[in-house]
Every structure is written in C-alpha cells, then in structure tokens.
C-alpha cells in the first residue's frame, strides 16, 4: 500500500495537539516531501485525523514506522502495530476567512462555523489557533460576532438535555489563587433541591482548576451519560468538562490562549457561555473577582464583562447575574489540589479552623444562585444557604455526591515542608496571586496532588520578624528545591510588608 507506515505508540503527551513522528530519511517523509512542522493527514480505516509532524534523528523509530502523540493516538483509535497511510491535506478553506479578520473585516457566522469546525476536526495547527485568536482579541470583535461565536462554539459539541427547564451553574473568570468556592456551593444549592450540573476545568498553567481539586475526592473523568446518572440521584455534580465534550472548540482554543496569556473579554464571554448552554444551563452566576493582581483588574473591565455577559445571555435565551468579588489576595489557605480540598472538608464539617473568607464567600455566591429560584426572594438566600451548612446537611450531601460518582477518597499529604518566615516586623499590605500561584506550580501541583503553598496570614496582618508567611509543600525534593530556588529569585513579589 502506497505511503503506509506501522504504528507505534511514543508515550509523548502534546497535551491536546496532535503531533506525529517520522525519521528523516524515512522513505514516505522524502517522496512526500514533509518538513517539519507540517500538516499531514494520518488514514485509519475509515477514519483520518490531522497531525503536525516531527522529524526525528535516532533510532527511536524505524523507517517503515509512525509514532504518534498520545492526544493523536486517541482520536486515531488504533492500535499498535496497525498500518496507515500518510498524504497532504486539502487546503484549509477558512483560513481566507481568518486572514479577513486580521485585515479588520466583520465575520459571519457561517464564517466562524467553518473555522470552528476546522478547529475541531484537527486540520488548524497551533499557529493558524493563534492567528484565529489574536484576530479576534480586545476590540477587533463586536457584540453580533460573540454571540455568533458562542452559538457556533455550542453547537460545534455535544448538548446536554435535562429533565427540568430550570439549572443552575456557576463559573468565575479566574486568576484567584485558592478561590474553590464551587465543592461547598455545590452541595448547598443540590440539597436546597436546585439541578446544578456542574461541569469544571482542569489547570493548565496555574496551580489547580476546580477539576483537579474535587479529583482529590471524587472521580471527575465521567461520561455524559454518568454525569446525568449522578445528577438524577443528587441534582448535582462537579466533573471535568473536558470529559463531557461540551464546546470542544473552547478546550482547544483555551490551551492556545493560556500559553499566549490571551484571554479578551469577547472571547472569555463566548468561551464561558457556550459551556453552560452546552451544558443545558438556565440561569449562570459569573463571579468576577477584581483586584490587582487577578484576571479582571479594574471595574472598568469588569463592567464590560458585565454588559457582555448580560446582553449575550439575554439574547441566548439564558438568565446572567454578574457578581463582583474581591480580588486582592488569595482566598483559603491552600493553593494545590490536596491543601485546597483540605479547606474546602474544613468549612463542610464546620471546623473552627476552617477559612472564613473561603466560608463567607462560598455562602455569598450560594446565596445568589438559590435566589434564582422563584421559591427564595431576594435577601433569604444567605440565610437559607448558612442553615442547609451549619445544619451538616451540605457535608452530607457532598459526600453522597462524590460517591454517586465513584468515591470519597483520602487527602494526600506532602512531606517535603519548608516554611517562609517575614523577614521585617510590619502589616501584610498585599499578597500577589500569580507569584503565590507561580510558586505553588512550580512545587509540583496540579501534577503531585500534594503539592502547592499553604498560606497563613492575610492582608492587613500584624507580622514579626519570624512569624510564618507561608509554608511550600512539595511533591517531591526536586519540586520543592526548584520552587525554593524561584522564591529566591523573586523574593519581594510575592507579600509586602509595610512597616508599621
């Protein structure tokens, strides 16, 4: 068979980019006449993905063979051993449609359907994902386009139908180290007898997404079809999103945008509400911290959002409230999966210990959720919400959900330890999220589950010299020795003292 090669399995994971991998002088990489980093179009069967090529220089493969990225692997469903062949891929049609947005023209909708389709069906490398969304950041997209985008993005995926026309959800917009708010709202607003379906992401450059966190108690890697099993039994869940295949474009659009730190307010807005309509949402509350240091740093970007987020949703035929939230310090304790559920175990079982500000702001956004409902007036819901956690039945109510999705496991511990000592007397006037979030990362977490930083003072704290700021938890001596080496170099970014 012409241009047929044998398939092998590399291990490598490329995250969600195909990659694909010949020797150079393999027979098929000369006659075809592929460089690195093209485009080559992989045949199964009656199946073809799209991946980007690496030529290697080693024995690693063979001459006859293809070696495949872990993300390739999976969307090929082959096995190893098996043979296929390679070709060109046809033009990429809507690419001219991008090259018109660079250019400052209007698209249309059907112009985002095939780009969006392009995307999701592999045929767009990295490069032309960027090109796609640098034309489309800041100001270079109206109101029509994202709702066009949003609507393409939705539809592009899997939909979720649910028994009731009523659901609930929540989403922040991010950049707050330990804001895991979701696993006690969760709870709360299902035992009150509201569907919340939650559906949460995993992190990509920061410390933990909610994902990752709620792993730490409970399966998250769960089918459509699990999901709504839990929710039927419970009337909620918290799961991985990106097991569910809602809004597939926004998966790998997100995984660009990170790497780029691009996330504009109109794409945020389509990113955002083509999950939870995809998701068979009703009525969202999308917190939107505002603080130095976060995502959103002033109310200026924030009222954008807002008018964005409202008028999007009104026209989508789905009820937004917008809440602002305060984001000039982490909330919690723990920044990591392990030291983020601990916190979050802490305010259900009521434990004297337990972070008031991760409590209080759980219940807040609770709150507004529950006054969604036509059952609560406006004003009860924090009443309501504090009753159904103090009363236990939120605890409760958590464990049955994560058993409903597959068990309620252990916290992990770290046993690579050193804590940071204030090195002058004064008042804690700043603690800056990305730094503390950076430094979390660089210990290990998401990855080691243990791993991340556990804070213990907030803003406004009388220090000493010697009074502990904060302690690394490493997943291992190495992490632990890498993050100590970038708290080294960045000593002075990461809480500010002012002298008394």
Same mark, same amino acid.
């Given at each position: 068979?012409?241009?047929?090669?044998?398939?092998?399995?590399?291990?490598?994971?490329?995250?969600?980019? &195909?990659?694909?991998?010949?020797?150079? /002088?393999?027979?098929?990489?000369?006659? =075809?006449?592929?460089?690195?980093? &093209?485009?080559?179009?992989?045949?199964?069967?009656?199946?073809?993905?799209?991946?980007?090529?690496?030529?290697?220089?080693?024995?690693?493969?063979?001459?006859?063979?293809?070696?495949?990225?872990?993300?390739?692997?999976?969307?090929?469903?082959?096995?190893?051993?098996?043979?296929?062949?390679?070709?060109?891929?046809?033009?990429?049609?809507?690419?001219?449609?991008?090259?018109?947005?660079?250019?400052?023209?209007?698209?249309?909708?059907?112009?985002?359907?095939?780009?969006?389709?392009?995307?999701?069906?592999?045929?767009?490398? /990295?490069? !032309?994902?960027?090109?796609?969304?640098?034309?489309?950041?800041?100001?270079?997209?109206?109101?029509?386009?994202?709702?066009?985008?949003?609507?393409?993005?939705?539809?592009?995926? =899997? !939909?979720?139908?649910?028994?009731? /026309?009523?659901?609930?959800?929540?989403?922040?917009?991010?950049?707050?180290?330990?804001?895991?708010?979701?696993?006690?709202?969760?709870?709360?607003?299902?035992?009150?007898?509201?569907?919340?379906?939650?559906?949460?992401?995993?992190?990509?450059?920061?410390?933990?997404?909610? &994902?990752?966190?709620?792993?730490?108690?409970?399966?998250?890697?769960?089918?459509?079809?699990?999901?709504?099993?839990?929710?039927?039994?419970?009337?909620?869940?918290?799961?991985?999103?990106?097991?569910?295949?809602?809004?597939?474009?926004?998966?790998?659009?997100?995984?660009?945008?990170?790497?780029?730190?691009? /996330?504009?307010?109109?794409?945020?807005?389509?990113?955002?509400?083509?999950?939870?309509?995809?998701?068979?949402?009703?009525?969202?509350?999308?917190?939107?911290?505002?603080?130095?240091?976060?995502?959103?740093?002033?109310?200026?970007?924030?009222?954008?959002?807002?008018?964005?987020?409202?008028?999007?949703?009104?026209?989508?035929?789905?009820?937004?409230?917008?809440?602002?939230?305060?984001?000039?310090?982490?909330?919690?304790?723990?920044?990591?999966?392990?030291?983020?559920?601990?916190?979050?175990?802490?305010?259900?079982?009521?434990?004297?210990?337990?972070?008031?500000?991760?409590?209080?702001?759980?219940? =807040?956004?609770?709150?507004?959720?529950?006054?969604?409902?036509?059952?609560?007036?406006?004003?009860?819901?924090?009443?309501?919400?504090?009753?159904?956690?103090?009363?236990?039945?939120?605890?409760?109510?958590?464990?049955?959900?994560?058993?409903?999705?597959?068990?309620?496991?252990?916290?992990?511990?770290?046993?690579?330890?050193?804590?940071?000592?204030?090195?002058?007397?004064?008042?804690?006037?700043?603690?800056?999220?990305?730094?503390?979030?950076?430094?979390?990362?660089?210990?290990?977490?998401?990855?080691?589950?243990?791993?991340?930083?556990?804070?213990?003072?907030?803003?406004?704290?009388?220090?000493?010299?010697?009074?502990?700021?904060?302690?690394?938890?490493?997943?291992?001596?190495?992490?632990?020795?890498?993050?100590?080496?970038?708290?080294? !170099?960045?000593?002075?970014?990461?809480?500010?003292?002012? =002298?008394?």
């Amino acid at each position: 068979m012409k241009n047929s090669l044998i398939l092998r399995q590399t291990g490598i994971d490329t995250y969600r980019e &195909a990659v694909m991998y010949l020797r150079t /002088d393999s027979p098929v990489c000369i006659s =075809e006449g592929f460089d690195a980093q &093209a485009r080559v179009q992989i045949n199964y069967l009656n199946k073809s993905i799209i991946a980007t090529l690496n030529k290697i220089n080693s024995n690693l493969l063979e001459q006859g063979e293809i070696g495949l990225s872990e993300y390739a692997w999976n969307l090929l469903g082959a096995k190893e051993g098996d043979l296929v062949t390679v070709n060109h891929p046809r033009p990429i049609n809507s690419m001219s449609f991008v090259r018109s947005k660079i250019y400052g023209n209007k698209l249309q909708r059907f112009e985002f359907k095939e780009i969006l389709d392009d995307i999701v069906s592999g045929r767009y490398s /990295d490069i !032309q994902i960027t090109s796609f969304l640098t034309a489309c950041s800041s100001s270079k997209i109206d109101f029509q386009e994202i709702m066009d985008l949003t609507q393409e993005m939705v539809l592009v995926g =899997e !939909q979720i139908k649910w028994h009731s /026309d009523f659901v609930v959800d929540k989403h922040c917009v991010g950049g707050l180290a330990g804001n895991r708010t979701t696993p006690i709202v969760v709870p709360i607003v299902s035992e009150f007898g509201l569907i919340m379906p939650k559906t949460s992401s995993r992190a990509i450059t920061s410390p933990a997404g909610t &994902a990752d966190t709620m792993e730490v108690f409970a399966p998250v890697n769960l089918t459509v079809s699990q999901m709504k099993k839990v929710v039927e039994k419970e009337n909620g869940c918290i799961v991985w999103g990106g097991a569910v295949s809602l809004s597939p474009a926004d998966d790998i659009l997100i995984r660009v945008e990170r790497v780029l730190d691009l /996330d504009s307010e109109g794409q945020l807005v389509a990113s955002v509400l083509s999950k939870k309509i995809a998701a068979g949402s009703s009525h969202v509350l999308i917190d939107i911290p505002i603080g130095p240091s976060a995502k959103v740093r002033n109310e200026t970007t924030g009222n954008l959002l807002k008018l964005y987020f409202e008028k999007v949703g009104e026209k989508l035929g789905i009820k937004i409230n917008v809440y602002f939230t305060d984001g000039t310090q982490p909330v919690g304790n723990g920044i990591g999966p392990a030291l983020e559920a601990r916190d979050i175990l802490s305010v259900l079982s009521l434990k004297k210990d337990a972070p008031l500000d991760l409590r209080n702001r759980s219940l =807040e956004i609770a709150a507004k959720i529950l006054e969604f409902s036509p059952k609560v007036k406006k004003g009860e819901g924090f009443k309501i919400a504090t009753d159904i956690l103090q009363s236990g039945r939120a605890l409760k109510k958590f464990e049955s959900i994560c058993l409903a999705q597959g068990g309620f496991g252990k916290i992990p511990h770290s046993k690579f330890l050193r804590p940071y000592l204030a090195k002058k007397e004064g008042i804690i006037s700043a603690i800056d999220n990305r730094h503390i979030s950076r430094l979390a990362k660089l210990a290990g977490a998401p990855t080691m589950k243990s791993a991340g930083v556990d804070l213990h003072i907030l803003v406004g704290a009388k220090v000493e010299i010697g009074t502990p700021l904060f302690t690394i938890h490493g997943g291992s001596k190495g992490e632990l020795d890498y993050a100590l080496a970038y708290l080294k !170099q960045r000593e002075n970014d990461f809480i500010t003292i002012k =002298e008394n």
